[in-house]
């Protein structure tokens, strides 16, 4: 059975998180954690910083400053792994958490909600 260039079906993503990352290649390039700040700094491939607190990831908020720096870039950037710790985050996740929880902030007059995870 043959087919012709006009037949050919292209899958496209329709998220618009899966579009930037697996469509336009957005990654993870570096990451910075500060356990005394409760701070997750991203920094992607395109130049943007997103930021987070380690709190919200039940595993990171246990783990020691020594045991945060023993991360891991996987997928080519598209996830970071703890490999000790168990846990691994996608850059996808991150990006909703690090949102939901920003916009969760500024609805709640800045009292933090624990433990909000897309």
């Known amino acids: 059975m043959s087919t012709s260039n006009n037949e050919q079906y292209e899958k496209?993503?329709?998220?618009?998180?899966?579009?930037?990352?697996?469509?336009?290649?957005?990654?993870?390039?570096?990451?910075?954690?500060?356990?005394?700040?409760?701070?997750i700094?991203?920094?992607?491939?395109?130049?943007?910083?997103?930021?987070?607190?380690?709190?919200y990831y039940q595993r990171l908020k246990e783990a020691t400053q020594e045991q945060l720096n023993q991360w891991r870039l996987i997928s080519g950037g598209v996830g970071v792994c703890w490999e000790n710790l168990n846990e691994d985050?996608?850059?996808?996740?991150?990006?909703?958490?690090?949102?939901?929880?920003?916009?969760?902030l500024d609805?709640?007059?800045?009292k933090p909600l624990n433990n909000i995870v897309a």
């Open 12 to 39: 496209r993503a329709k998220d618009p998180f899966d579009i930037l990352i697996h469509e336009k290649g957005l990654r993870i390039s570096n990451m910075l954690l500060d356990k005394n700040l409760d701070l």
């Open 41 to 55: 700094v991203i920094i992607l491939n395109n130049g943007k910083v997103l930021q987070s607190h380690i709190s």
């Open 89 to 104: 985050l996608s850059v996808k996740g991150f990006i909703k958490t690090a949102v939901l929880n920003s916009a969760l």
């Open 107 to 110: 609805l709640q007059d800045n």
